[in-house]
């Protein structure tokens, strides 16, 4: 066992928590992968835009995917599983996955939130997402009829 | 200032004062110091929203930057994006400025043929959006009204058809060795070559190449003349520059394909053989275990049927990727796929038709989505143009089949979803074809699509062109009509109930006497008046 596979990292969130992870997972997040690569490192690392609540589960999410022994499908549960959570949570990590640049994490959260999406009327996506409608009544008519197949 | 944030954020519940809402959210949003202007549209959301959010606890999804929510954007299909435009003037410029239309366009039809639009970035500019939805509400088109040109001139059975869609060319030929060129659009005979000296089984062509493949394993191709404008010559006598002949296969010939820089052929000799377009050599051979009945080439991947199997290749390396065995009962005679080779579909002797999902990952994936039983007899040939799958049968019929509720079922976001769970719900559900074709007594060989048209050739030796091109205006002009004939419907019986008020007394005594015997004796009056 060499010892960079045993090298942890520390992060830092933005409330001040500090979490250790290995270095192998983290590096799944490209924004650690290059402040590693460049030597740029400084325990411990500042993340100011990742709460620890969020950060937590980033870590989480992280952890087991960088583990090898895992199959697919097991990962693919743990998947499952991990995006059960209420929406906003979904949202704020979609951000952190995004800030690290944590493409696997991402892609996951995003189309967690397009399959929420699916099948929902445009009266649901406004009530469920708080959006405020500000078409007038002409142009909300003019809009459904470009789009005459998504009401089939 | 309004920035004494506090250590944890409170759940909005727990908090009565608004004031402290504000000031949280404004913490949150440091995040998204690059970009200022969701933070004032934050500030004008939260003083609006207050008190929805108070019961809601939701955190507004407008909020996330745009290339966050261009993201998740790009996972949902056209129909939620219809829907999302619908939704808020910010979602309407997302959802349309989408450069995922362009995707959804070409997943489906590859690249726009028209010279005139480009795409966007021309004068004439259609963004992809509009040219999305102009497709889709097009591909109605086939479950329209037709016509039918019946081309004559084969004197034997035509076993291969082939569209050429760019230049509205048809090609035929069979049993009688000649290969002929067709307009499709006035249903002309353009030329025909002199016969080729065995059955050609098979027929490819694109703009630049023509090739024909027969019974004596040779493949006799024609190349395209710059300054002609159905591109080949066949009438000339043989002209070496223009014309080859290429030998190779101990077989008859029974499946071409062309792409950009090779030549598939495939037959009963049971190997497939690729050559490269420019040398007219040989590249690779590969080898199956029985007759290879159809092949389709897509980018890298290279799907045949041998036997009752069907093979997927990777053409760089010659090697097998996957195989289905005994895809069908008796032999595959068919293969079809989709533009992006993520669809297959086959077609067997027991007249059953599969379509299968392949999954292009470390190793090829391959699942069977759905069945369809539409023929009593063999699937000779298949055809597919996004959303419509065309097969021929021996039963003499040509079905038409709809994929696109297939689709839905099986999402395109399997990197969640258990992708094998949809699988043994999906195989039980055999839908009935969305429309037949009938019209022939005898068996159907080959089938193509293309130019809102069907073409179909077999036994009988007759090019049928199932014409959809007017079906949509004809559309628009009978519902036109039945509108009109509606309103003049509904004028008549104003003027009826117009008149009868305006009758003379007795009538007027009368009908109030027998209202409650209804419309029928108002009518007597009402003619016992006016004479």
């Known amino acids: 066992m060499s010892s960079s596979e045993e090298r942890k990292l520390i992060l830092k969130s933005s409330d001040n928590e500090e979490f250790v992870v290995k270095e192998s997972s983290a590096v799944q997040c490209l924004t650690i992968k290059n402040l590693v690569e460049d030597r740029c490192v400084s325990d411990p690392i500042p993340l100011a835009n990742v709460d620890s609540k969020i950060l937590a589960l980033v870590i989480e999410f992280m952890e087991k995917h960088a583990e090898t022994t895992l199959s697919n499908s097991e990962k693919k549960e743990f998947d499952v599983e991990f995006v059960k959570k209420p929406f906003d949570d979904l949202l704020e990590l979609i951000l952190a996955a995004n800030y690290l640049d944590f493409r696997e994490l991402m892609d996951v959260l995003c189309n967690t939130c397009a399959k929420q999406m699916e099948n929902w009327s445009v009266e649901e996506v406004r009530e469920k997402f708080n959006i405020q409608n500000d078409y007038t009544v002409e142009e909300e008519k003019a809009a459904r009829a470009e789009n005459p197949w998504a009401f089939e | ?531």
């Open chain 2, 1 to 531: 200032m309004a920035f004494e944030c506090q250590q944890t954020v409170p759940r909005i519940e727990e908090v009565d004062n608004p004031q402290v809402i504000l000031i949280n959210n404004i913490k949150k949003f440091t995040f998204e110091s690059e970009n200022p202007k969701s933070i004032s549209k934050l500030n004008a959301k939260t003083a609006l929203s207050v008190n929805e959010s108070l019961l809601n606890n939701s955190w507004p999804i407008t909020d996330l930057p745009p290339a966050l929510i261009s993201e998740i954007l790009n996972c949902l299909d056209p129909k939620e994006l219809g829907i999302l435009s619908c939704v808020n003037t910010y979602f309407y410029r997302l959802a349309s400025e989408h450069h995922v239309w362009k995707e959804f366009y070409c997943e489906r039809w590859g690249h726009p043929i028209t010279p005139d639009n480009f795409g966007p970035g021309n004068s004439d500019e259609k963004s992809w959006k509009e040219l999305f939805v102009e497709r889709e509400f097009h591909s109605k088109t086939f479950m329209g009204r037709f016509s039918i040109d019946t081309l004559y001139g084969h004197t034997e059975a035509i076993r291969a058809v082939f569209v050429l869609a760019s230049k509205k060319i048809v090609f035929t030929s069979g049993y009688d060795q000649i290969v002929r060129m067709w307009d499709m659009e006035e249903g002309l005979s353009i030329a025909s070559s002199r016969p080729l000296g065995c059955t050609i089984r098979s027929l490819a062509a694109d703009t630049r190449l023509l090739v024909a493949g027969g019974t004596d394993g040779f493949i006799h191709g024609w190349k395209a003349e710059d300054g002609n404008a159905h591109l080949f010559d066949l009438c000339v006598p043989q002209n070496q520059n223009m014309e080859f002949r290429v030998w190779e296969h101990d077989g008859p010939i029974t499946c071409l394909a062309l792409d950009f820089g090779k030549i598939y052929s495939g037959s009963w000799d049971m190997t497939i053989c690729i050559w490269d377009r420019s040398t007219l050599k040989c590249l690779k051979v590969l080898v199956h275990n029985d007759w290879v009945w159809s092949l389709v080439p897509n980018d890298t991947l290279l799907m045949s049927t041998a036997g009752s199997d069907v093979h997927l290749w990777d053409i760089t390396s010659g090697t097998t990727l996957a195989v289905i065995n005994r895809a069908h009962v008796g032999n595959t005679y068919s293969l079809t796929c989709s533009h992006t080779g993520k669809l297959l579909f086959t077609g067997g002797e027991d007249g059953s038709i599969h379509m299968f999902g392949i999954a292009r990952n470390a190793k090829c994936n391959v699942r069977k989505i759905a069945t369809w039983i539409p023929h009593t007899g063999s699937v000779y040939s298949l055809a597919f143009e996004f959303p419509w799958l065309v097969s021929a049968s021996s039963d003499g019929k040509i079905s038409l089949i709809d994929v696109r509720k297939l689709l839905k079922k099986t999402s395109r976001h399997s990197p969640i979803q258990n992708s094998f769970e949809g699988d043994h719900m999906d195989q039980k559900h055999v839908e009935p074809p969305q429309r037949m074709l009938h019209g022939f007594g005898r068996n159907l060989f080959s089938v193509c699509i293309g130019c809102d048209r069907i073409v179909c050739g077999g036994e009988e030796g007759i090019v049928r062109i199932w014409n959809f091109s007017q079906a949509l205006e004809i559309e628009q002009r009978v519902r036109t009509l039945r509108g009109i004939r509606l309103e003049n419907r509904m004028r008549r019986r104003k003027i009826q109930i117009s008149s009868k008020g305006s009758q003379s007394e007795q009538c007027l005594v009368a009908a109030r006497n027998n209202q409650t015997n209804g419309d029928r004796n108002g009518w007597h009056y009402k003619h016992k008046c006016k004479t």
